[in-house]
């Protein structure tokens, strides 16, 4: 007799288990209106207010068995699930999320095909100061096979009485240099009304750490049919960078990289802290190339190598550094900037750590 009312009491609760999981799934479907809502009218997901005020009204509505902190438990619990489903509706929505676009993109750059597989280096000088500077550089990297060429023609800087850089006159150094070399030219663009003009001479667009939230030269950037290098804010969170190649895309670009370049935090002993985790997440989040510029994460040339090599090995598209033929004159960041024997040294270190495309 009572193992046929176990039985009975087993079959109720499990009756019972349905019925919450149908109403669970009821409430998470509603919740899921609420928060296309909310985005439309660019109101936060999270309401505090309107939390308590369900929980008192569980509260109130408590007629036992459960003490209401346990019930209390349970409802943030689902609560915290629907905010969750919410979250993760918003990221399929998002046109540079994975879930949105399963397959990696490749960004083209004069051949150099980003995101395919293999893995790539940029190089040059932090800012361009000359023509031959330039030059020096590109002879050097073309002579290691490479054909991407960075260099500053705009330099935003934390002083205002620091090197700014040469401006429309360096990027006409750098298209001179790299049409000479057969390379590829990336440099960073700080004002909307710049990226016309430097169309002409640069084949990549970069935007800088400083700029990474300048969204009127994201949607400019992304309104032109050129490759952009974003790079991650010093203070931005992934999600923060990641919403920052949305404006690009959102205006037609789909042809971004991402560049981790290190974020700011309490600790002294390099310029900037390499988030290293960061790169197979954005990997996995979104369907764009990841770079890791090694140089500006450190600010150290000693560390140059061991963290290159940590970026190939965890799955980085590319790495970033800068050389220049003489960095105790150079006008900018002279003591994070690798000389060519340094820079041959080190690349011939790495050419066992990378799928190399001569």
């Known amino acids: 007799m009572n193992q046929n009312n176990l039985e009975t009491l087993r079959q109720q609760v499990e009756d019972k288990n349905l019925e919450i999981l149908k ?35 569980i509260t109130e509505n408590n007629d036992g068995p459960f003490e209401t902190s346990t019930l209390q438990h349970i409802f943030k619990e689902i609560f915290k699930a629907g ?12 046109l540079v999320s994975r879930k949105r676009k399963p397959e990696d993109t490749i960004v083209n750059i004069k051949g150099e095909m980003i995101g395919d597989g293999k893995q790539y280096f940029v190089v040059g000088p932090c800012a361009v100061e000359s023509y031959e500077q330039v030059a020096q550089v590109a002879q050097a990297a073309k002579g290691q096979g490479l054909k991407l060429l960075r260099g500053g023609a705009f330099k935003p800087r934390t002083s205002p009485y620091d090197f700014q850089g040469l401006g429309l006159e360096g990027l006409k150094i750098l298209k001179k240099v790299a049409d000479e070399f057969d390379m590829a030219v990336i440099s960073e663009i700080v004002n909307p009304a710049d990226i016309e003009v430097a169309l002409d001479y640069i084949d990549v667009i970069q935007i800088g750490a400083r700029n990474m ?20 804010g010093m203070a931005a969170t992934i ?11 959102a205006q037609g670009n789909d042809q971004i990289i991402l560049c981790e370049r290190g974020i700011r935090t ?8 390499l988030d290293i985790s960061a790169v197979p997440i954005l990997k996995s989040e979104t369907h764009l190339p990841v770079l890791v510029d090694v140089t ?32 105790a004159v150079a006008l900018s960041d002279a003591n994070q900037q690798m000389d060519i024997g340094q820079f041959n040294e080190w690349i011939t270190q790495l050419r066992s750590h990378y799928s190399y495309k001569a």
């Open 83 to 94: 905010l969750d489903l919410q979250e993760d509706d918003t990221q399929k929505g998002l």
């Open 266 to 273: 309490y600790e002294k002993a390099t310029r900037n802290t």
């Open 23 to 57: 109403l669970i799934n009821e409430r998470g479907k509603l919740v899921q209106e609420i928060g296309k809502i909310k985005e439309a009218q660019g109101v936060h997901r999270y309401d505090p207010v309107r939390e308590r005020a369900m929980l008192d009204l």
């Open 296 to 327: 500006h994460s450190t600010g150290r040339k000693d560390l140059l190598l061991p963290t290159a090599k940590a970026a190939l090995a965890i799955g980085a598209d590319g790495v970033m550094a800068e050389v220049h033929p003489d960095p």
């Open 239 to 249: 999600d923060e960078f990641i919403n920052a190649a949305e404006y690009i895309i």
């Open 213 to 232: 939230q300048n969204f009127e030269l994201l949607k400019a950037a992304g309104a032109v049919k050129k490759p952009v290098l974003l790079k991650r």
